[in-house]
């Protein structure tokens, strides 16, 4: 996952323009939700799927999926993703053995309670038997207002939008993973209800990474040996959207950690290239001797080549910064960073 800047791509006129599908779309959402029938799901949202949002979309993520950096569209067409959930968010909790109360299932968005928060006693039993005491339900409605927000927005691939079962990196059965619906947050109490709400009460307790927001570099990092996205520990805040992330957006599924494991090759591959064209440099080059100045051309080239890795519109960038930021800071002093 890299950053994505929203102001390198214009706002579809469909969804910013006051008469445009989008504003009516909220109208007509709003005045559903205000009225007698708000118990009743709203589900005429179709603004989000015009394709010149999607066209957008796709230029806005350079035909990338926004959470994984997978290149997918050439398998399926892809999804429009709603950052927060636009019908309702998805909330597991479980059912105490003892006291028969509902408690979360985490208590902070995250860590599993392992108690029950009314009367603190721990479930038991076989671990087919404690699967059966965790519940899904919908809170309903979702952030309805924000079905056609351009800033909500991303393209993702189904893999990391929608439920599946999937075999994640050191497990040894298949799991349930894939955002669809959820949308964590630290504390529950604090989540939006209604369109008159103000999202920034909402978030410093976001426990999901928003790619146009925060900066995934801030939040993760690679296993150069294996593929495997790992959090960085620089704060709890940050510890636990990582974790968070990784796990909703499946960024830990088998396949796609061996992509990035066949990426970690290729770019070490190239690197080597790279040290030895230096290594014909410091040895053989002369600035008198213009027979030597092809060392410094090879150099060029295999250099370029591996700046390649990080063009925006290559998969996996997030993992080629950190190993070729690196390798050009103690060979070359040169900071990828930089303006």
């Known amino acids: 996952m890299i950053f994505i800047d929203r102001n390198l791509v214009n706002a579809p006129e469909e969804l910013i323009d006051e008469n445009g599908a989008g504003k009516k779309e909220l109208a007509k959402a709003i005045a559903h939700y205000t009225s007698a029938n708000r118990d009743k799901a709203y589900d005429k949202y179709n603004a989000y799927k015009l394709e010149n949002v999607k066209e957008a979309l796709k230029k806005l993520s350079k035909n990338k999926c926004a959470y994984c950096e997978s290149i997918f569209l050439h398998a399926h067409v892809g999804d429009i993703e709603h950052f927060r959930p636009k019908g309702g968010v998805e909330f597991e909790y479980k059912v105490c053995q003892h006291c028969e109360q509902e408690y979360p299932k985490y208590s902070d968005g995250i860590v599993e309670n392992k108690v ?203 993992l080629a910064k950190q190993m070729i930021g690196t390798f050009l800071m103690e060979n070359f002093q040169i900071d990828i960073n930089a303006a």
């Open 116 to 318: 029950c928060t009314h009367c603190g006693e721990a479930p038991t039993g076989s671990k087919k038997q404690l699967a059966k005491l965790t519940k899904k339900k919908m809170i309903k409605p979702g952030y309805y207002w924000l079905a056609a927000d351009w800033n909500n927005l991303f393209l993702s691939c189904r893999n990391c939008n929608q439920k599946s079962k999937q075999l994640l990196a050191n497990a040894v059965e298949l799991e349930s993973v894939g955002k669809m619906n959820q949308f964590p947050l630290l504390d529950e109490n604090l989540r939006l209800k209604t369109h008159t709400d103000l999202l920034e009460n909402e978030e410093n307790v976001r426990l999901l990474i928003n790619p146009s927001v925060e900066d995934p570099e801030d939040y993760f990092e690679y296993d150069i040996e294996s593929g495997v996205i790992r959090a960085k520990k620089t704060n709890d805040l940050i510890e636990k959207r990582a974790l968070a992330s990784i796990k909703i957006y499946s960024l830990q599924r088998v396949p796609l950690v061996h992509l990035r494991e066949k990426k970690i090759v290729d770019i070490s591959r190239q690197m080597k290239r790279v040290e030895r064209e230096l290594r014909n440099v410091n040895t053989f080059y002369d600035p008198d001797n213009p027979d030597t100045h092809t060392f410094v051309e090879s150099l060029q080239e295999e250099l370029a080549i591996l700046k390649g890795f990080l063009n925006e519109k290559e998969e996996f960038v997030g």
